[in-house]
């Protein structure tokens, strides 16, 4: 059941509540795993045991003879498996089961099937796996310099610029492993017809969900429905399929009945990606009066054996402020690890991390303000492409963040800020997200009721894209929003955009109202000449609030458009609309479309116990027209809480033996509470970016984390002195600080 919208309020610009909320605090959204059909089977898989070697034999008779099981699936049993091809994007292209060799600790190895969780979970532990040919894994963090290094960007000549320039900062950061803990675990509920998938699953991209299930099930793509109606976040990690969505289907042909899989937490640390850790040289060059003159980045990131992931930390650097002389380049050091992946702000959230502390070392050894520094090198045109930007309002984010925070107080000396007995630390951090479209289609009905019915093969993974696309629709139409129902979540729906990049919203701004203007004109088409119109031709006539009315006219003098339709004896006119992807669009490449920001940091630091925390943050967004600022305020509050994670708690541990994560739980593995939440203020600008759409709106779900990490590192570095440049912060760094 999708949701119906109940606000009559406007429908762009305003706080509007989630219409979805009321499903979802009643407890009637349903989600993946929520799905129950008759015989449904419970499938639990068997992981690996070590990270480097093979498969030499599996026992599964003690498993197969007890109680409730169904099957045990090994590599001899399962049947065939396809390689994804270029059906669609997929992070661990290898099939399951696909040959003995192990290449990573928590690899499925069997699948155990039975008629209840509990049983097949008991069995996945009677199954017994011999290896050969073990080794010890190699999961080192550190990674070495220059390997396979390529050149991603390039302007100047960037070594000349550095060897010259008056004042320099040479450093080396790192980010550590980060994995993914949505509340909601990954898990798929697959059905099978005898010719047809019905796939429930937790993807944030159910239409190449669909394509690439096809492919690797060997089925036509026609005879597989993906079905994602409620999602419990993803935060990149269900962006693509991962290999229990295939052992769930496959399970589900073989023994024609349903069959669930739910990945436990532990499985969530290796078999559905994390983001890679990072290590970055940056070397910034400058001259006395703060212009950059040439800057640097070299980062390595690790990856998987089998895989290739980037996590592109130079997303932003060539763009983001201006210097004639400028070079970014990449490498991937492979480790006996599982494929990496997309996680919120992949590749910039952890650049960011990088560029922007050392352009708060840059301001040190200038004695330049840090906001100052980033105002005098705002660039006038996107230099590494040496085209306009479509819209861009850094020095507002910076300059009204600034008063917004009280920045123009702030004491530069190290640990001269108190309050309250404890030290104050402030620190700044700009950061930037692109701005895409991707391809989109929509239906619009407008029915006989007085309803409308807006439907795209998209999804909500919680951002709010059931009350966005509402308020597009009431915005287009002048219909209000408890008139509005909203379709999505089904790949059987016309093809709508992945929930990745933050351009949902962007994507179906155009979609939405060339279906609505489409509708509209079939409704006037249906008018012309027939009752109060009689005489009148379509183009004479106008739809405004809901009613159909002559141009001359007024909306209060029309029909409502039900009574056409009734009057008609139609149920519905449909109208569709298309959006077009802004990557291939030759218009779109004349600009240089990203949404900005600058978060503003406070911490206290009680130097007596050692304590931090993290206070007060205000954050200035320049993302376009902000159509619902109370669901984005929402979004960079959840960005935020995942900064403070990111700076001060999260970091994934592989013990060296068998390459486990040995924090693979929520007790281990910290991430921000309501408790550690600072006090947010979020500043949007409301620019409208009208290159990318007509409503010039622009995602915002990711712009949110890029920058707060580095925020934090500098505000910490203003309180106590210490440097960090190794995240996350720990209490150990802290007890260098000779702040008293």
């Known amino acids: 059941m999708s949701p119906d919208a109940t606000s009559t309020r406007p429908a762009i610009g305003a706080s509007l509540p989630r219409v979805d909320g009321p499903l979802k605090v009643s407890g009637r959204a349903g989600y993946s795993s929520d799905h129950h059909f008759p015989g449904l089977l419970y499938a639990v898989p068997v992981g690996a045991t070590i990270a480097r070697g093979e498969v030499a034999a599996i026992d599964d008779s003690a498993a197969a003879a007890m109680p409730g099981v169904s099957k045990v699936y090994t590599r001899a049993n399962i049947g ?70 390529t050149t991603d960007s390039e302007r100047g000549h960037v070594d000349a610029a550095l060897a010259s320039a008056p004042v320099t900062v040479d450093q080396t950061y790192t980010t550590p492993p980060e994995t993914h803990n949505p509340i909601e675990l990954h898990a798929s509920v697959a059905v099978w017809d005898g010719k047809a998938f019905t796939l429930y699953e937790t993807t944030q991209s ?32 269900k962006l693509w399929p991962w290999p229990h969505a295939l052992l769930a289907a496959a399970a589900a042909r073989d023994l024609g009945k349903p069959v669930k899989l739910v990945v436990t937490r532990e499985m969530m640390f290796h078999n559905v990606g994390h983001r890679t850790n990072t290590q970055q040289r940056v070397r910034l060059g400058a001259n006395h009066d703060g212009k950059l003159v040439a800057l640097r980045q070299d980062f390595i990131y690790r990856t998987s054996r ?273 959006s077009r992807n802004t990557f291939g669009d030759k218009e779109a490449k004349k600009f240089s479309m990203h949404s900005y920001g600058a978060h503003f940091v406070e911490v206290t630091w009680e130097p007596a116990i050692a304590r931090l925390r993290v206070s007060r943050v205000v954050t200035a967004i320049d993302a376009g027209r902000i159509l619902n600022p109370l669901t984005g305020r929402n979004q960079i509050e959840g960005a935020i809480a995942m900064g403070v994670g990111m700076a001060l708690f999260e970091d994934t541990h592989y013990e060296p ?35 990318l759409n007509a409503l010039g709106a622009r995602g915002i779900g990711e712009i949110g984390l890029a920058g707060v990490a580095p925020a934090i590192a500098n505000a910490v570095h203003h309180a106590t002195g210490v440097r960090v440049r190794d995240l996350p912060v720990k209490i150990e760094d802290l007890l260098a600080s000779h702040v008293a």
Not at 206 to 211: D, K, L, V
């Open 306 to 578: 089998i895989d290739d992931s980037k996590e592109d930390c130079g997303e932003v650097t060539a763009f983001l402020y201006s210097t004639p002389n400028l070079k970014v380049t990449s490498g991937r050091a492979r480790r006996d690890i599982a494929p990496n992946t997309a996680m919120r702000g992949p590749g910039a959230v952890p650049g960011l991390f990088a560029i922007e502390s050392a352009m708060d070392e840059l301001a040190l050894a200038l004695k330049i303000d840090p906001v100052e520094l980033r105002l005098r090198n705002e660039p006038a045109i996107d230099e590494s492409l040496g085209i306009p930007f479509s819209s861009r309002h850094m020095k507002e984010c910076l300059t009204r963040g600034a008063d917004r925070f009280g920045w123009a107080r702030r004491n530069p000396a190290i640990g001269a800020m108190r309050q309250g007995g404890v030290v104050l630390g402030w620190g700044v951090a700009a950061c930037a997200w692109m701005a895409q479209r991707l391809d989109a289609e929509v239906s619009l009905l407008l029915n006989a009721d007085g309803s409308v019915r807006v439907a795209s093969g998209t999804q909500d993974i919680g951002t709010g894209t059931y009350t966005m696309l509402a308020q597009m629709v009431a915005y287009d139409l002048g219909v209000p929003i408890e008139r509005i129902q909203v379709v999505i979540g089904d790949s059987a729906l016309p093809p709508g955009p992945l929930s990745g990049g933050s351009m949902v919203t962007g994507s179906l701004v155009p979609a939405v109202a060339q279906a609505a203007a489409d509708a509209v004109q079939h409704l006037l088409d249906t008018a012309a000449g027939q009752g109060p119109f009689a005489g009148a031709k379509a183009e004479q006539l106008s739809f405004t609030e809901g009613r159909v009315h002559l141009r001359s006219g007024t909306p209060a003098d029309g029909v409502p458009f039900a009574d056409i339709l009734k009057q008609a004896r139609l149920a519905h006119v449909e109208g569709k609309g298309k």
């Open 80 to 149: 065939t498996f396809y390689k994804p091809g270029k059906s669609g994007t997929i992070d661990e292209s290898r099939p399951p089961f696909e040959d003995d060799t192990v290449h990573y600790y928590g690899q499925y190895v069997a699948l155990v099937v039975a008629d209840t969780f509990e049983h097949a979970t008991a069995a996945a532990r009677a199954v017994k796996v011999d290896y050969r040919n073990v080794s010890a894994p190699d999961v080192r963090m550190a990674l070495d310099p220059e390997e396979n290094q």
């Open 206 to 237: 159910i239409m190449n969900h669909r394509a690439v299930m096809a492919q690797m099930l060997g089925v036509p793509k026609e005879n597989v429905r993906i079905v994602t109606e409620f999602l419990g976040s993803g935060f990149g990690g």
């Open 657 to 691: 033996l068998h390459g486990k994560a040995i924090n693979s739980n929520l007790a281990d593995y910290i991430m921000t509470t309501h408790a550690d939440m600072p006090d947010v203020d979020v500043l949007f600008l409301d620019y409208p970016d009208t290159k």
